[in-house]
């Protein structure tokens, strides 16, 4: 960790004072910790410390061991499970291994909610993988709503730079009073900070955590044009080294007592590693989201003629974007090596109103 802050050239390009402040927070915690990624001394849980099923009981498989479960989607019934608490602020992360070959129509979904109790204004922080049709890798959306802001996401889309469905990745998601970080293994890929142009926007209200899989035919691939075909069913997510840290609330506990409750808890969470945006995995981030984003709301001038006070944007990704948010192919070097393997489309709701 020192070796970063003697780097001050470093240090200047890739921080900004939140991150700096994080940085040093987790920089005096950690001191003296062994060194390797931001998530190496995680508490798993088994399935049934914390977690039921949701929806499709029957294809809500646990491994023997507790330590990992299994979502299928079949002809008759996807499935899902919830995290057994409701929780104010935490670290919510899982390693997922995705579907393979044929996997057009299929969501699978890993998310924060309270949409079952807050109807009108919930709050939501989503890893979203679309399945996709043979020989085209899936794709992935990470969204962020708060207070009911369904009439304004915060979309966006990316390739990953590894197969998903032959490895299980871990994909994280921070959630501190103040910010908000993607993680897929041990790259940040997204960070919102809370401002006060954001206001209810920025989740505020306790969550849980949600995994499902489902057939999304009507619109997940090109816009509902491949459908989910079951001959090449049942398909299998699965999860495993489930990680819940989090202030543990009541659905009917008052925000503002949850809040003083769980500020101990909290402090412990942004002093933890995975919460300090180090120079090195700011680069990290930018680097992702320079290479693997195709879609982002900010960009999307199309939908929202007026940018969100909370995007940041950065003039070298700006330039690679078209007004409807979309990556411009072809002119991204690394993208034109792919092409064949990329959808023309990164939105297929998009594209069905094209
Ligand atoms: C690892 O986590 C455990 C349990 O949360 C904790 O007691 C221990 O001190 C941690 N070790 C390090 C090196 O952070
Ligand atoms: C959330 O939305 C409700 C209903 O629209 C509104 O009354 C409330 O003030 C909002 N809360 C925040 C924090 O913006």
């Given amino acids: 960790m020192a070796r970063e802050v003697r780097n001050p050239r470093q240090a200047e390009a890739g921080m900004a004072p939140l991150a ?12 003296g910790a062994a060194a390797g990624g931001p998530f190496r001394n995680l508490t798993t849980l088994r399935f049934d410390e914390g977690y039921a099923p949701l929806f499709g009981e029957g294809n809500v498989v646990p491994s023997a061991d507790g330590r990992s479960v299994r979502l299928l989607l079949d002809r008759y019934t996807g499935s899902g499970f919830i995290s057994s608490d409701l929780y104010s602020h935490g670290f919510f992360s899982a390693k997922i291994k995705l579907p393979s070959d044929y996997t057009a129509g299929i969501v699978v979904a890993f ?11 919930h709050d939501e922080l989503d890893f979203e993988f679309l399945g996709n049709v043979r020989g085209r890798p899936w794709k992935i959306q990470t969204n962020v709503y708060g207070n009911g802001s369904t009439s304004h996401g915060r979309e966006e889309r990316y390739h990953l730079p590894f197969d998903p469905t032959r490895d299980a990745h871990r994909y994280s998601i921070l959630w501190t009073p103040d910010t908000i970080i993607f993680y897929i293994d041990d790259t940040p890929i997204r960070e919102v900070r809370r401002s006060a142009a954001m206001g209810g926007d920025y989740p505020s209200k306790p969550m849980s955590l949600y995994a499902t899989i489902w057939d999304g035919s009507n619109w997940a691939t090109s816009g509902g044009r491949y459908k989910v075909n079951y001959k090449y069913g049942p398909f299998a997510a699965e999860f495993s080294e489930l990680v819940l840290r989090g202030c543990r609330v009541d659905p009917v506990e008052m925000v503002p007592t949850a809040a003083a409750r769980c500020a101990e808890e909290e402090a412990a969470l942004l002093a933890a590693d995975y919460a300090a945006l180090t120079p090195e995995r700011s680069a990290a981030m930018r680097q992702f989201r320079e290479t693997e984003m195709t879609y982002s709301f900010c960009y999307d001038t199309l939908r929202y003629p007026v940018t969100f006070p909370d995007c940041d944007v950065v003039p070298a990704e700006l330039e690679r974007f078209k007004e409807s948010g979309h990556l411009k192919f072809g002119t991204h070097r690394r993208r034109s090596r792919r092409r064949s393997r990329v959808p023309r489309s990164a939105d297929p709701r998009h594209q069905a109103e094209m």
Avoid: P, R, V
């Avoid at 700096?20 to 001191?31: D, S, T």
């Fill in 20 to 31: 700096l402040l994080l940085f040093l927070a987790a920089h005096g915690a950690a001191a």
């Fill in 111 to 121: 998310y924060m909610s309270n949409g079952d109790i807050f109807e009108k204004t």
